[in-house]
């Protein structure tokens, strides 16, 4: 039913008016056009207990349902109605009211067929009772959910997309226990407890083996089993008993205001808890899956084709086990999900989680498993989770392998990169470019989580990448000869521009010299000129001295002969005054 749809009100989805449980057709097109996932709220308990009014609530509405007045039982059949289901949105609310149980002008005795096709149909149970949790109510939920057990068995099988292997007791409803008219105290051994409490207590098995003590225990082992999910309610009689006959048309403020909080937390926990209907395999129901489903299970209750114990038996452990199997593998699967990061660093790493997570799966298996006497459903596991490891290999070595090509594209692109741009194209590059190669292998190395595929990858990367080394190394080879004959012929015109400075720097040295030597043969001239003027002028003063002292002898000689002369005349003077005086002076 599209969102824009809504139905004023419910119709007949299984007619009970002659005894034969028929399908309402114009029911089935209404669910055929709900095309939102379904939430199925169905109740049932025994007729004239309210059932009908709880309903209407849920429904939001104050009239709908058949509330009636009298001991008449009002509801025939099961009644729908389809509503927008207020807290989830895309979402409908398919709500189902029942006949009620054990009416005592009904003629057929159909009340086991219409209980079955309720819990069936719906995703939470209301189960409606009077008063207390009593071993009546406990066998009536008990034989019912037998009898479901055995036709969700046989009839799993028969719906489209559904695999019959699934687990029907995981598609079961969560149970909602309602308590009408509660007035007890809630109290165990002087304790207050919660309505969740009493119903819990109400359902414990006692300890002991004996046959009664299995008797008391059989239908609560049962319940417990099929409804893991589990709520009760008490409700306080709504009004003085003369109001009752117009329930439907009291205020909330003409109600008993316990009454009116108990309806209201019921309603919300409805709303807030009830899941969308489930098939097995996971698969939730729509519109015309619940038709489906509505078809398969009248049908097969209607032609009284319920297998039988032997059957069922077989049935049972057919569908527990494969359903065990598929739980064990869910397990294995969601363990393996959380715990395994792929790569891994080894081999072993990994298949020491995979062991793990098949100890747990057999666990699993084991906990779900009933009378799998011969192995077979453990064999099939254990085969199933040896592919699983198969697989899980293969992913780890892919996961590496695509991982580990990431990594070295990531590590050694610049180098591709700076080949193409030729910096290793030169002589010397190759020795430079296999440096480098050592040095990018080491980072490499010690990159983590590379897992068991990473010096495979390793190799296989530097092995494509060997035509380039190669060509690297031509091109340095080449380059180096062709460097090496340059630098032959440099050195070559280096020695002889050293030659050449060198003879240039004698020729130098030499015209140096020369010009040293006739510098100094030139001062040594000089200087003999120079001494030789000396000695000329020293003999020349030397003459002139000479000359000098030979005219200062010569004069003194002269004076002296001279002063002889004279002396010798004076003497003579002397003389001849002396013997002539007639001699004048």
Same mark, same amino acid.
């Not at 029911?27 to 049932?44: G, R």
């Not at 709520?231 to 709504?238: A, R, S, T, V």
């Given at each position: 039913?599209a969102?824009?749809?809504?139905?004023?009100?419910?119709v007949?989805?299984?007619?009970?008016?002659?005894g034969?449980l028929v399908v @309402?057709?114009?029911?089935l097109?209404?669910?055929?056009?709900?095309?939102?996932?379904?939430?199925?709220?169905a109740i049932?308990g025994?007729y004239r207990?309210?059932?009908?009014?709880l309903?209407?609530?849920?429904?939001g509405?104050?009239?709908g349902?058949?509330?009636g007045?009298t001991?008449?039982?009002?509801?025939k059949?099961?009644?729908?109605w389809?509503? %927008?289901?207020?807290?989830?949105?895309?979402?409908?609310?398919?709500?189902l009211?029942?006949?009620?149980?054990?009416?005592?002008?009904k003629?057929?005795?159909n009340d086991?067929q219409?209980f079955? +096709?309720?819990l069936?149909?719906?995703s939470t149970?209301?189960?409606?009772t009077?008063n207390?949790?009593?071993q009546?109510?406990?066998? *009536?939920l008990?034989?019912?959910?037998?009898?479901?057990?055995l036709?969700?068995?046989?009839?799993?099988?028969?719906?489209?997309?559904?695999?019959?292997?699934?687990?029907?007791?995981s598609?079961?409803?969560?149970l909602?226990?309602?308590?009408?008219?509660?007035?007890?105290?809630?109290?165990?051994n002087?304790?207050?407890?919660?309505?969740d409490?009493?119903m819990e207590?109400?359902?414990?098995p006692?300890?002991?083996?004996?046959?009664?003590v299995?008797?008391y225990?059989?239908? *609560?082992?049962c319940?417990q089993?099929?409804?893991?999910?589990?709520?009760?309610f008490?409700f306080?009689?709504?009004?003085?008993?003369?109001k009752?006959?117009?329930?439907?048309?009291l205020? @909330?403020?003409?109600?008993?205001?316990?009454?009116v909080?108990?309806?209201?937390?019921?309603c919300?926990?409805?709303?807030?808890?009830?899941?969308?209907k489930t098939?097995p395999?996971g698969?939730?129901?729509?519109?015309?899956r619940?038709?489906?489903?509505v078809?398969?299970?009248?049908?097969?209750?209607?032609?009284?084709e319920?297998?039988?114990?032997?059957n069922?038996?077989?049935?049972?452990v057919?569908t527990?086990?494969?359903?065990?199997v598929q739980?064990?593998?869910?397990h294995?699967d969601?363990?393996m999900?959380?715990?395994?990061?792929?790569?891994?660093?080894?081999?072993q790493?990994?298949l020491?989680?995979?062991?793990?997570?098949?100890?747990e799966a057999?666990?699993?298996?084991?906990? @779900?498993?009933?009378k799998d006497v011969?192995?077979?459903?453990?064999k099939?596991?254990?085969t199933?989770?040896?592919?699983?490891q198969?697989?899980?290999?293969k992913?780890n070595?892919?996961?590496?392998?695509?991982?580990c090509?990431?990594? +070295?594209?990531?590590i050694f692109g610049?180098?591709?990169?700076a080949v193409?741009q030729g910096?290793y194209?030169? %002589?010397?590059g190759h020795n430079l470019?296999?440096?480098?190669?050592?040095?990018?292998k080491?980072e490499?190395?010690?990159?983590?989580?590379?897992g068991?595929q990473?010096?495979?990858?390793?190799?296989?990367?530097?092995?494509s990448?060997?035509?380039?080394?190669?060509?690297?190394?031509?091109?340095?080879q080449?380059?180096?000869?062709r460097?090496r004959e340059?630098?032959?012929?440099?050195v070559k015109?280096e020695?002889?521009?050293?030659?050449?400075?060198?003879?240039e720097e004698?020729?130098?040295?030499?015209q140096?010299?020369m010009e040293?030597?006739e510098?100094?043969h030139q001062e040594?001239?000089?200087q003999?000129q120079? @001494?030789?003027?000396?000695?000329?002028?020293?003999?020349? *003063?030397?003459?002139?001295?000479q000359?000098?002292e030979?005219a200062? *002898?010569r004069?003194?000689?002269?004076?002296?002969?001279?002063?002889?002369?004279?002396?010798?005349?004076?003497?003579?003077?002397?003389h001849a005054?002396?013997?002539?005086p007639?001699?004048?002076?």
């Amino acid at each position: 039913m599209a969102s824009e749809t809504h139905m004023p009100g419910p119709v007949c989805l299984i007619e009970n008016t002659t005894g034969q449980l028929v399908v @309402n057709q114009e029911a089935l097109k209404i669910l055929s056009a709900v095309t939102q996932p379904v939430v199925v709220v169905a109740i049932v308990g025994l007729y004239r207990t309210g059932k009908s009014y709880l309903m209407n609530k849920l429904a939001g509405q104050k009239k709908g349902f058949s509330v009636g007045s009298t001991v008449q039982s009002h509801t025939k059949g099961i009644w729908m109605w389809c509503v %927008p289901h207020p807290k989830k949105p895309e979402h409908t609310l398919v709500l189902l009211d029942t006949e009620g149980l054990g009416d005592v002008e009904k003629v057929d005795n159909n009340d086991t067929q219409i209980f079955a +096709l309720a819990l069936l149909l719906s995703s939470t149970f209301v189960y409606n009772t009077m008063n207390k949790i009593d071993q009546g109510a406990i066998d *009536r939920l008990h034989n019912v959910t037998e009898l479901t057990d055995l036709l969700s068995a046989r009839t799993a099988s028969n719906l489209d997309g559904v695999d019959a292997a699934a687990d029907f007791v995981s598609c079961f409803p969560d149970l909602v226990w309602t308590l009408r008219d509660f007035y007890l105290d809630l109290e165990i051994n002087g304790q207050l407890i919660t309505a969740d409490e009493y119903m819990e207590n109400s359902l414990r098995p006692k300890r002991g083996s004996d046959e009664r003590v299995q008797q008391y225990n059989l239908p *609560r082992l049962c319940i417990q089993k099929f409804f893991p999910i589990k709520k009760c309610f008490i409700f306080d009689l709504p009004a003085y008993r003369k109001k009752l006959a117009q329930l439907e048309e009291l205020h @909330n403020d003409e109600l008993d205001p316990e009454f009116v909080q108990q309806v209201a937390e019921f309603c919300s926990y409805i709303f807030s808890h009830s899941t969308v209907k489930t098939l097995p395999g996971g698969i939730k129901v729509n519109g015309p899956r619940l038709e489906n489903l509505v078809l398969t299970y009248s049908n097969a209750i209607s032609s009284g084709e319920l297998p039988c114990m032997e059957n069922a038996v077989l049935t049972l452990v057919l569908t527990e086990n494969s359903a065990a199997v598929q739980k064990a593998i869910a397990h294995y699967d969601q363990q393996m999900g959380q715990k395994v990061q792929l790569p891994t660093d080894t081999l072993q790493e990994l298949l020491d989680l995979h062991g793990a997570c098949v100890r747990e799966a057999t666990e699993v298996f084991i906990k @779900n498993s009933f009378k799998d006497v011969d192995q077979r459903f453990q064999k099939e596991l254990q085969t199933i989770l040896d592919e699983k490891q198969n697989d899980i290999c293969k992913q780890n070595l892919e996961a590496s392998l695509d991982h580990c090509s990431t990594l +070295l594209q990531s590590i050694f692109g610049p180098l591709q990169e700076a080949v193409k741009q030729g910096v290793y194209s030169k %002589p010397g590059g190759h020795n430079l470019y296999i440096k480098k190669i050592e040095e990018l292998k080491a980072e490499y190395s010690q990159r983590p989580k590379k897992g068991i595929q990473a010096e495979e990858a390793l190799q296989k990367y530097l092995k494509s990448k060997e035509s380039v080394s190669d060509t690297i190394l031509q091109t340095d080879q080449a380059l180096t000869a062709r460097e090496r004959e340059m630098e032959e012929a440099r050195v070559k015109a280096e020695a002889a521009r050293a030659k050449a400075q060198r003879l240039e720097e004698i020729q130098r040295q030499n015209q140096q010299m020369m010009e040293q030597r006739e510098r100094e043969h030139q001062e040594q001239v000089r200087q003999m000129q120079i @001494n030789h003027a000396n000695w000329l002028a020293e003999q020349q *003063r030397a003459q002139q001295r000479q000359l000098q002292e030979d005219a200062r *002898r010569r004069a003194a000689e002269a004076e002296a002969e001279r002063a002889r002369i004279l002396n010798e005349i004076h003497n003579l003077h002397v003389h001849a005054s002396s013997n002539d005086p007639c001699i004048l002076l």
